[in-house]
């Protein structure tokens, strides 16, 4: 599922788009936690073509999403990182987008347009 398609079906809001060729990217799957442990542990060779999805919405989300090689992270519940957050995300090249919809209705709505989940 290309990312502009992502977007458009969860109507998100861009928060960085620090390389705007990710968004014609194919992404093959999801990941959804709040525990960026489970993220680490479960998230390994499908980095590549993995959006993240959560609601947790702290500089530990860059981190890890530094750490897997993860090019873009959608936030939901309408959550936004602070200043400081979002230009460590700019350099880090990481995209960052936000929905208003939960994460049950986030999965769901990609899901049900075919965004798979991680083996």
């Known amino acids: 599922m290309l990312c502009s398609d992502i977007i458009r079906a969860v109507h998100?809001?861009?928060?960085?788009?620090?390389?705007?060729e990710r968004l014609t990217k194919d992404y093959k799957a999801a990941f959804a936690s709040d525990?960026?442990?489970?993220?680490?542990?479960?998230?390994?060779?499908?980095?590549?073509?993995?959006?993240?999805?959560t609601g947790l919405c702290n500089a530990q989300v860059l981190r890890t999403a530094e750490m897997l090689d993860l090019?873009?992270?959608?936030?939901?519940?309408?959550?936004?990182l602070a200043g400081?957050?979002?230009?460590?995300?700019?350099?880090?090249?990481?995209?960052?987008?936000?929905?208003?919809?939960?994460m049950y209705e986030t999965c769901g709505i990609l899901y049900g347009q075919g965004l798979g989940?991680?083996?």
Do not use: C, W
């Not at 090019?71 to 936004?80: M, Y």
């Not at 400081?84 to 939960?102: C, E, G, K």
């Open 12 to 20: 998100a809001e861009p928060l960085v788009v620090s390389n705007e």
């Open 84 to 102: 400081a957050d979002l230009m460590m995300a700019q350099s880090m090249d990481i995209n960052l987008f936000t929905t208003t919809y939960t």
């Open 71 to 80: 090019e873009t992270v959608l936030f939901v519940r309408g959550k936004k």
């Open 35 to 53: 525990l960026m442990s489970d993220a680490l542990a479960l998230i390994q060779d499908e980095f590549e073509h993995t959006i993240l999805i």
């Open 117 to 119: 989940s991680i083996s």
